[in-house]
């Protein structure tokens, strides 16, 4: 699982094997028994989502759009 940032408590990551053929761009995010998965393009939206509220998502969203670079270098740096 290899991590991309933490951010308040919050795991940023995906997953070594993202299916075959590998799914499009996008993070994982985990905190305690939460998760919820970001797809990257063509905008950040939620995949899906268990445990986090509204106002949560809403914020994850943001660090997403911000830090997006990062998340598609780690990205691209691991699955090259």
Do not use: C
Not at 12 to 29: A, D
Not at 51 to 74: N, P
Request: no cysteine; glycine share 4%; charged share 30%.
């Amino acid at each position: 699982m290899p991590l991309v940032f933490r951010w308040n408590g919050f795991r940023f990551h995906f997953f070594s094997n993202e299916g075959n053929p590998r799914e499009p761009l996008h993070v994982h995010v985990t905190r305690d028994r939460s998760t919820a998965k970001f797809w990257l393009r063509p905008d950040v939206t939620v995949a899906y989502n268990r445990g986090f509220s509204r106002k949560v998502l809403f914020d994850l969203v943001a660090v997403i759009e911000q830090r997006s670079d990062e998340i598609e270098r780690a990205w691209n740096e691991h699955f090259a």
